[in-house]
């Protein structure tokens, strides 16, 4: 089994797909020697590789406002396909919806009245966005205007180029509207990689600033995990520098306060702001969604031991800590048993959401992984506390 995974990553396979090889095949040994528990699993001493998520860079707010200025000029413009363009980037940016989702939109399905369509995501999984009044009125003048000259088609979104008769019909493939998005980002002067997907991340980065509520945002963007939507809990580098500025040393230093007194790695004491973690929430006041109160109830306080694993950390490792992280410590250094990496992580966003004070409720967690989210509660919080006996090792 070694010399099988040497030869797998001698031929460059991503890690993603050797944690899929080892995890189908750990299952399927478990199968075949279940009859006979004195077997051992081939694959026990097989390390899962770390598997690192690729990095988000979502746009500026600056940098949609400026795009949508410029792909604005398109309105009533000759250039069909530029102005299908900047309908396609308003309903991107307005809403966070998948590439897929978007050309696959038919137009019976769009509601310019009560500014909502209703899309196919994931898993053939419907979902109804909602849209802003600004965007209903560009999508009004789009239906009204240009898409009665477009080639018919039972889709919202058609590529003027497209043949009336062709596979399409009328509809737009993904490539064409990716292409498209690409050019007027680039006919604007932004910098780094074009494709519908960023404004995906930059929707919900800017959902969880503005709503601060990690499960509305996991709704509107049709996610079946709570941790997909917890690595949007990133930080930009605004964040980071407004964080910089508020935790500065050097001001402390000049100007003395009472404020706590936080104990970084080094073991010296310096004054700065303490990081403030709101109390639990209330256990659950609806048991009929669980198995029984008394779960909801251990959740809460599992919860609140996380939190106060969390408050030992030093603030710098805090402001770049993400559920990413928390379950990769957890999967590797957690050798009582196997980790459950989705579970983890979905119960790592939770904790990272009260400790940065968002109002995240455990119902979710709970209803989707029942008493195995008590365990994954465990599991990350045993992970901090790894993570802070590393961060505040001596050199």
């Known amino acids: 089994m070694t010399e099988f995974f040497a030869c797998k990553r001698t031929q460059g396979l991503r890690a993603s797909t050797l944690t899929t090889i080892l995890h189908s095949l750990r299952s399927f040994y478990s199968f075949v020697l279940s009859h006979d528990p004195s077997s051992r699993n081939p694959t026990e001493g097989i390390r899962t590789p770390r598997v690192v998520a690729p990095a988000l860079d979502p746009y500026s707010e600056a940098e949609v406002r400026s795009l949508l200025t410029l792909a604005k000029r398109y309105e009533h413009s000759p250039d069909h396909r530029r102005w299908v363009g900047y309908v396609a980037v308003t309903i991107l940016a307005g809403t966070g919806i998948r590439n897929g989702e978007l050309v696959s939109l038919r137009t019976a399905d769009v509601d310019v009245v009560r500014h909502r369509f209703s899309v196919m995501g994931k898993g053939s999984k419907p979902r109804t966005v909602p849209f802003g009044p600004a965007t209903a009125a560009v999508l ?14 039972p889709y919202f979104i058609v590529n003027p180029r497209s043949l009336r008769d062709g596979p399409y019909r009328g509809g737009m493939e993904r490539k064409a509207l990716a292409s498209l998005v690409r050019d007027l980002a680039v006919e604007v002067g932004l910098p780094g990689r074009h494709f519908p997907h960023r404004f995906r991340h930059t929707f919900a980065t800017n959902a969880l600033r503005e709503v601060r509520n990690i499960e509305v945002v996991r709704e509107l963007l049709g996610h079946s995990s709570i941790a997909t939507t917890g690595r949007y809990l990133h930080a930009s580098m605004a964040d980071k520098h407004e964080a910089a500025d508020r935790i500065d040393f050097a001001a402390a230093a000049s100007s003395p306060t009472t404020e706590p007194v936080l104990r970084l790695c080094l073991g010296k004491e310096v004054t700065a702001p303490a990081v403030q973690l709101p109390p639990p929430s209330p256990g659950l006041s609806n048991p009929g969604w669980l198995q029984s109160r008394k779960l909801s109830t251990e959740a809460e306080e599992r919860m609140e031991q996380a939190l106060a694993a969390v408050r030992s950390l030093p603030a710098g490792t805090l402001a770049r800590l993400t559920s990413a992280r928390i379950v990769e410590t957890a999967i590797g250094t957690m050798t009582a048993g196997p980790a459950d990496s989705e579970v983890v992580a979905a119960a790592g966003a939770a904790i990272l959401c009260r400790a940065n004070g968002l109002p995240v409720p455990l119902e979710p967690l709970l209803r989707a992984h029942g008493p195995a989210a008590l365990g994954a509660i465990d599991q990350a919080r045993r992970a901090i506390e790894l993570l802070c ?7």
């Open 389 to 395: 006996a590393d961060q505040c090792r001596p050199d």
């Open 140 to 153: 009004i003048t789009y239906l009204g205007e240009l898409r009665p000259l477009l080639p018919a088609s």
